[in-house]
């Protein structure tokens, strides 16, 4: 049918209002615009930070991997106080499945700030090298988000970087979490601090894992990190080396390449890395990915579209409390990271 012969149809004006410029009918549908851009998803008359009401359980099979953006799954609010801090254990393996590997936990210090697809493809990429190379079986993945004593450029409030890694934890993955004892201290906690407290709530306080066999063994706690924060070991006075040391003989790095960085050569030409190579495994990015925290701000602030490039339940929240529209010098913006 002829669209211009339907009831409704309004032709186009003649005046010379200039392409862009609304007119009556347009404003409706640029409204309309409005109001989907400030609720991406559904849940379109709920707060995304609402107490979560527990519903009936979701039917979630083990491994699904479908978009759990709607099916909040395994909920856990981090404290927002030291005094009320717990450690969160709702997505941990209670007992290994195989007799012959050795469990191990992935945590991922960062400033999330927002937390990306890029972060949350980090663990998968892991997981997929853990499976295929290794004899680890992974019990439990978290992120740890550096508290508000780290000054860097664009970090949101610890509380909201918190929220946001949670929402993208219960909403998008089965098995990821997120650890708020880092963003509670009162100072700055050096990484090596970080996984020690993770060697304390899961080996020491746990005492371990069970295996099929029902005795408790030790967990191997390794860091996940990206190749531009591993390259920053090289650069003086940013690491102590008796914290590397730790780091990498006692516990272990997982490190996903980054597009541009060559990790191999810099993990030759490392002298301490070189030293605990058998501790540090290069996950290889087979399909690159560089979203980068530093350029989703940027976009947020310059009210462009960041769909897709994080999930939506952090978009929302990032609406919700107009985070990242703030005063950050767009020159340092760009000019951290390229
Ligand atoms: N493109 C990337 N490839 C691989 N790893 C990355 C990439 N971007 C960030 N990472 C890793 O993600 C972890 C969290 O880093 P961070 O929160 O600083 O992310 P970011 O996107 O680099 O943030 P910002 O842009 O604010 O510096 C770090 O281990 C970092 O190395
Ligand atoms: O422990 C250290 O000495 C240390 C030195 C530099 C960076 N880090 C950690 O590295 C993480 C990523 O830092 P950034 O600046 O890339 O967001 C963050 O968790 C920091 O606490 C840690």
């Given at each position: 049918?002829?669209?211009?012969?339907?009831?409704?149809?309004?032709?186009?004006?003649?005046?010379?209002?200039?392409?862009?410029?609304?007119?009556?009918?347009?404003?409706?549908?640029?409204?309309?615009?409005?109001?989907?851009?400030?609720?991406?998803?559904?849940?379109?008359?709920?707060?995304?930070?609402?107490?979560?009401?527990?519903?009936?359980?979701?039917?979630?099979?083990?491994?699904?991997?479908?978009?759990?953006?709607?099916?909040?799954?395994?909920?856990?609010?981090?404290?927002?106080?030291?005094?009320?801090?717990?450690?969160?254990?709702?997505?941990?393996?209670?007992?290994?499945?195989?007799?012959?590997?050795?469990?191990?936990?992935?945590?991922?210090?960062?400033s999330?700030s927002?937390?990306?697809?890029?972060?949350?493809?980090?663990?998968?990429?892991?997981?997929?090298?853990?499976?295929?190379?290794?004899?680890?079986?992974?019990?439990?993945?978290?992120?740890?988000?550096?508290?508000?004593?780290?000054r860097k450029q664009g970090l949101?409030?610890?509380?909201?970087?918190?929220?946001?890694?949670?929402?993208?934890?219960?909403?998008?993955?089965?098995?990821?979490?997120?650890?708020?004892?880092?963003?509670?201290?009162?100072?700055?906690?050096?990484?090596?601090?970080?996984?020690?407290?993770?060697?304390?709530?899961?080996?020491?306080?746990?005492?371990?894992?069970?295996?099929?066999?029902?005795?408790?063994?030790?967990?191997?706690?390794?860091?996940?990190?990206?190749?531009d924060?591993?390259?920053s070991?090289?650069e003086?006075?940013?690491?102590?080396?008796?914290?590397?040391?730790?780091?990498?003989?006692?516990?272990?790095?997982?490190?996903?390449?980054?597009?541009g960085?060559?990790?191999?050569?810099?993990?030759?030409?490392?002298?301490?890395?070189?030293?605990?190579?058998?501790?540090?495994?290069?996950?290889?990015?087979?399909?690159?990915?560089d979203?980068s925290s530093t350029k989703i701000r940027l976009f947020?602030r310059r009210?462009?579209?960041?769909?897709?490039?994080?999930?939506?339940?952090?978009?929302?929240?990032?609406?919700?409390?107009?985070?990242?529209?703030?005063s950050e010098p767009v020159k340092q913006v760009m000019g951290s990271k390229e």
């Amino acid at each position: 049918m002829d669209p211009s012969r339907a009831k409704n149809f309004i032709p186009p004006s003649d005046d010379n209002t200039p392409i862009g410029t609304l007119s009556p009918a347009s404003a409706i549908a640029q409204s309309f615009t409005n109001v989907m851009m400030e609720s991406v998803i559904a849940d379109l008359n709920s707060s995304i930070d609402a107490p979560f009401e527990p519903a009936p359980a979701p039917m979630i099979k083990k491994d699904q991997i479908a978009d759990l953006e709607e099916v909040p799954h395994g909920i856990l609010r981090q404290a927002k106080k030291l005094d009320d801090y717990e450690f969160p254990v709702h997505r941990l393996k209670k007992k290994l499945t195989s007799e012959n590997k050795i469990p191990l936990i992935i945590v991922a210090c960062g400033s999330f700030s927002p937390i990306t697809y890029l972060h949350l493809r980090m663990f998968e990429m892991a997981m997929d090298s853990i499976n295929e190379e290794t004899r680890f079986e992974v019990i439990g993945g978290y992120y740890s988000p550096v508290s508000d004593h780290y000054r860097k450029q664009g970090l949101a409030k610890s509380t909201h970087r918190v929220r946001m890694c949670e929402l993208a934890c219960e909403r998008t993955s089965s098995w990821l979490m997120v650890d708020a004892w880092e963003s509670l201290q009162h100072e700055y906690t050096r990484t090596a601090q970080v996984l020690d407290h993770f060697n304390e709530e899961i080996n020491i306080k746990r005492g371990g894992v069970e295996t099929p066999t029902g005795e408790k063994i030790g967990v191997k706690i390794m860091l996940l990190a990206g190749g531009d924060l591993i390259e920053s070991f090289g650069e003086p006075n940013v690491w102590k080396d008796e914290d590397l040391h730790h780091i990498l003989g006692n516990y272990g790095c997982l490190i996903v390449e980054r597009t541009g960085s060559d990790v191999r050569s810099f993990l030759l030409s490392h002298d301490i890395m070189y030293e605990h190579r058998r501790n540090i495994m290069v996950v290889k990015q087979l399909i690159y990915n560089d979203i980068s925290s530093t350029k989703i701000r940027l976009f947020i602030r310059r009210n462009m579209s960041v769909q897709y490039l994080l999930p939506n339940s952090v978009i929302r929240y990032i609406q919700e409390h107009r985070l990242y529209k703030g005063s950050e010098p767009v020159k340092q913006v760009m000019g951290s990271k390229e």
